[in-house]
Each structure stands twice: as C-alpha cells, then as structure tokens.
T-cell receptor
Framework: KAGVTQTPRYLIKTRGQQVTLSCSPI?????VSWYQQTPGQGLQFLFE???????NKGNFPGRFSGRQFSNSRSEMNVSTLELGDSALYLC??????????FGSGTRLTVV | QKEVEQDPGPLSVPEGAIVSLNCTYS??????FMWYRQYSRKGPELLMY????GNKEDGRFTAQVDKSSKYISLFIRDSQPSDSATYLC??????????FGTGTSLTVIP
C-alpha cells in the first residue's frame, strides 16, 4: 500500500513569491491535514480537509490556503512568502482510525 | 500555556538503557493519546496509540496514560542506536484536531 506522497521534497523560493505544495494521501483516506514544522515551534496545525471541505483551520494568516480535490489529493498554497515561512511542511492522511500517516514533507526555504 | 508540554531534551543514553519520555497536557477533554517517532529528514511515524488511562505494551515500547495527572509517558526498554530519533506525543479530543508536543530528541550511544 503506497504511503502519503508529497511533492516536491525540496523547494527554494524568494521572498514575495508564492508556492504550491502537493499531497497524495493513502488510497481510501478522505481526511488530509497539513502541518508546518519548525525547530522552535514544533508541529503547527494549518488545516484539515475532508471530502473536499475544510473541516478545521489553525491559527495562520490568510496567505496560507489549501484545497482538496475529489480524488482526495490536496494542495496548499502560500502567497507573498516571508523568510519566516521557511519550514518543513507535512501532510498527513487519516482513515477510519485516529492515527495519522505522515508524508516525508516538503522542505521550503525562503531566501 | 501550551495545550501540550514536552521536554525537548536532548536526551542521550547508552545502548541497553531504559528511556522515559513524557508529556503533560492541560485539556481534560483529550481522549486519544499517541506517540510518533521522527527520523531526520522524514515525516513522523505512528508508534503507539492509546485510549483511556493505563498501560499499553508493544515489544520494547510501553505507553502509559494517567488522565488524573494529565500525564503521558513512553518507555523504551533495551534501547538501540536505531531508536535515535525525535519522539513526539500527540493527543486528540472529540473536536478531531491533533495537538502535538514539540518533540524530544533522543540519541542512543552504542
């Protein structure tokens, strides 16, 4: 069974640019969540999607947005990038139990 | 106050030692408790999952939950160098949102 796939693995962007990250969940998983991970703050919840609807949202500015498609694949977008947005962005999918399965993440560096 | 507090370490132990990792939490509504292990450059992977107070054992790993004290622990027996990673506690209540600790970095020295 394939795991959670995130693309790209690494990304370098300039301040002010925008970026789109992609996540393909485990087949059959309808819930997809996004997290930002930094050394100082740990895992910070961004948002959760279930059946194309945003179910929960964390405390991030409106520059961070996401969506989920009918095949459960999800994308997150960050506009007007800031240096502080440099982080590991993790996607996690969940089936019927409570445990998340995480992808390996996209490491975003903003210069 | 953060919802979940976890000592970041780092923790360094000799091979074969018993390791104790801990988290405290403030929200008594948390019902499900998990421990994740994260190797460098990888996403977290689920290690243990428990519901309600008590102990749960899986091989060398034991998860313990004390709801009255709002305290959870992960014990690793006979620690191995391959256990070197960051360990994150996580918990969830009926609102479906996960709350993670900041992680404890563990190094097991051969």
């Amino acid at each position: 069974k394939a795991g959670v796939t995130q693309t790209p693995r690494y990304l370098i962007k300039t301040r002010g640019q925008q970026v789109t990250l992609s996540c393909s969940p485990i087949s059959g998983h309808r819930s997809v969540s996004w997290y930002q991970q930094t050394p100082g703050q740990g895992l910070q919840f961004l948002f959760e999607y279930f059946s194309e609807t945003q179910r929960n949202k964390g405390n991030f500015p409106g520059r961070f947005s996401g969506r989920q498609f009918s095949n459960s694949r999800s994308e997150m977008n960050v506009s007007t990038l800031e240096l502080g947005d440099s982080a590991l962005y993790l996607c996690a999918s969940r089936g019927t139990n409570y445990g998340y399965t995480f992808g390996s993440g996209t490491r975003l560096t903003v210069v | 106050q953060k919802e979940v507090e976890q000592d970041p370490g780092p923790l360094s132990v000799p091979e074969g030692a018993i390791v104790s990792l801990n988290c405290t939490y403030s929200n008594s509504a948390f019902q499900y408790f998990m421990w994740y292990r994260q190797y460098s450059r990888k996403g977290p992977e689920l290690l243990m999952y428990t519901y309600s107070s008590g102990n749960k054992e899986d091989g060398r790993f034991t998860a313990q939950v004390d709801k009255s004290s709002k305290y959870i622990s992960l014990f690793i027996r006979d620690s191995q160098p391959s256990d070197s990673a960051t360990y994150l506690c996580a918990m969830i209540h009926t609102g479906n949102q996960f709350y993670f600790g900041t992680g404890t970095s563990l190094t097991v020295i051969p």
